[in-house]
C-alpha cells in the first residue's frame, strides 16, 4: 500500500512539473532559444505533410473545454485559399512572412516580429515562403485540433 502511494505521488509530481501538459497548473515556458527551433523537435510536436505543406505544431496549452489553444506552429512554402477561416486565432511571426490577401482584394503583409488577428469565418488567400509562429486560437464549436 505504501509503494502504491508512493507511486502515485511521485506520478503527480512528475505530471504538475510537466509544463507541456495540458492540464498543468502552472506558467508554460518558452525561450526564444527553444522557439528558435529545438521546441519543434519535441517528441510531442505533430507533424504534417499535408496539401499545405510540411508543418509542425506544438501545442503549449488547451484549455479544459478544449476551445482555446495556445502553441509554436512551424510551416513551409504554401498559397492556399480559405473559403471560411475555421477559428478566430491570435498570430505573433517569429520567423519568415506571410500575405494574407481578403476575399475584397484588401492585402495585409506580415514580417517577424509583427501580430495579426484573422476572425472566425475570414475568406481569402493565405500565402507564405514559410514561418514559425506563436498563436492562440480560439474554437466555438469544442472540437480541438
Known amino acids: ?9 511521485l506520478a ?6 510537466s509544463a507541456w501538459a495540458d492540464n498543468a ?6 525561450t526564444a532559444a527553444e522557439a ?6 519535441r517528441k510531442d510536436a505533430e507533424h504534417e505533410n499535408g496539401k499545405d505543406g510540411a508543418t509542425t505544431d506544438v501545442t503549449m496549452l488547451r484549455s479544459a473545454d478544449k476551445k482555446v489553444q495556445m502553441g509554436l506552429y512551424k510551416a513551409g512554402p504554401s498559397d492556399t485559399a480559405i473559403d471560411s477561416y475555421p477559428e478566430d486565432e491570435f498570430c505573433y511571426f517569429l520567423t519568415g512572412s506571410v500575405k ?10 506580415l ?7 484573422i476572425p472566425k469565418g ?3 488567400r493565405w500565402t507564405t515562403s ?5 498563436y492562440v486560437v480560439y474554437e466555438s464549436a469544442a472540437a480541438a485540433h
Do not use: I, R
Request: proline share 4%; with cysteine; net charge positive.
Open 12 to 17: 503527480a509530481a512528475c505530471l504538475a512539473t
Open 111 to 117: 514580417k517577424a516580429g509583427e501580430a495579426v488577428a
Open 1 to 9: 500500500m505504501k509503494k502504491t502511494a508512493n507511486l502515485l505521488l
Open 100 to 109: 494574407l490577401t481578403s476575399a475584397d482584394g484588401s492585402v495585409v503583409e
Open 122 to 124: 475570414w475568406k481569402g
Open 36 to 41: 528558435a527551433g529545438p521546441v519543434f523537435n
Open 130 to 134: 514559410g514561418y514559425t509562429k506563436y
Open 25 to 30: 497548473l502552472k506558467p508554460v515556458k518558452v
